[in-house]
Structures are given as C-alpha cells and as structure tokens.
C-alpha cells in the first residue's frame, strides 16, 4: 500500500535524490555543493527541513550566509526541542534562517543525543545567535562548544535541572527559592 500525502505534504527524502533537488531551487543550490552536509531532507506545508549533522553545522551556516545565491543572513531564530526521555535521538536543535534580500527561508535541524547534547557554537556565523543559545542550554541543557559566554539567561544561575525537559517535574523540583 502506498502511502498518502496532502498536497503540501512530500515525504522525507535522501539528499542524492532527483526528487529532492527538484524540489527546491534551494536544495538544488545547496546540494549541488555539499550534499554530504544534509543527512535528511524534509519538505513539509511549505517549508523545507535540512537534517544536518553536528559536525557540519557551522560550515552549513557559513557557507548558507555567505553563498550569493542563497544569501540566509539573518537567523530568525534557533531553538531546542525535546523529543522525551524515551526518544533517540532525544534533543533538536532548530535553526531558523532568513534571507532578507532573496525572501526565502530555511530550517535546518541538528539531531542530539542525551548522552552528548553538544552542538557547536554558531556565533562566529550570527552574532545573534549567541541569545538564542543561551536560552537554549539554560531551558534544555543543550551545550554549545566554544560558546562565547554560554550560561542561564531566563531561569536563576542556582536553579536545577533544565525547565523545557519532557522530563522536568511539573511543578519543579521543591523547595526553590530565590536568593
């Protein structure tokens, strides 16, 4: 039986597939270059996902910002998701990219593990970026190497445990109290 989609639903592709950079002038662009870079196409209402491995991340943002035809130089945002204790890969990290002067936009996706949520910093890429990270290792306790200044942002420099977990108690950990 074969499975159904809407019509602005495509099914997860792999980056050496026709299908995949017919899809987007931006695959195409970027695949053409680097498609060692993208483990996972993703084309949902609309937007295009690049899974990308960790490794690579900061290359991909570099190489995306400074590219002419792709030109992403604004990070609109970055952020982390938890897929629960009972996932693997259990972390997301979302980069949300927008070029202000071709108005396209991209996600790319860098999957992590509980036993090693680190990602690389991309700071040296969006300044901005350096916010962005920090609210993410202070909610989800995602590391960025070579962060700059990687420490909490939202929650006090004494509080347990990282808020946005699946696996955070509800009501905190008890008693808390803010010195």
């Given at each position: 039986m074969e499975e159904q989609h809407g019509p602005d639903i495509e099914a997860n592709?792999?980056?050496?597939?026709?299908?995949?950079?017919?899809?987007?002038?931006?695959?195409?662009?970027?695949?053409?270059?680097?498609?060692?870079?993208v483990s996972e196409v993703v084309n949902a209402l609309g937007e295009t996902t690049y899974v990308i491995p960790r490794e690579q991340?900061?290359?991909?943002?570099?190489?995306?910002?400074?590219t002419p035809e792709l030109e992403f130089n604004f990070l609109a945002d970055l952020c982390g998701f938890d897929?629960?204790?009972?996932?693997?890969?259990?972390?997301?990290?979302?980069?949300?990219?927008?070029?202000t002067t071709r108005h396209h936009r991209l996600r790319l996706k860098v999957l992590l593990n509980e036993d090693d949520?680190?990602?690389?910093?991309?700071?040296?890429?969006?300044r901005t970026a350096n916010w962005h990270e920090r609210e993410t290792f202070d909610l989800f306790g995602i590391i960025f190497d070579d962060h700059p200044d990687l420490r909490r942002i939202l929650l006090p420099d004494d509080w347990q445990g990282h808020?946005?977990?699946?696996?955070?108690?509800?009501?905190?950990?008890?008693p808390y109290s803010l010195k």
């Open positions: 592709q792999s980056p050496g597939s026709q299908e995949n950079t017919a899809s987007s002038p931006l695959a195409s662009a970027f695949l053409r270059q680097h498609p060692e870079w991340i900061v290359a991909a943002c570099a190489f995306l910002k400074s897929r629960g204790p009972e996932e693997e890969p259990r972390f997301e990290v979302n980069y949300h990219l927008f070029s949520p680190h990602v690389p910093t991309v700071t040296g890429v969006w808020a946005l977990r699946k696996d955070f108690p509800l009501r905190g950990y008890e």
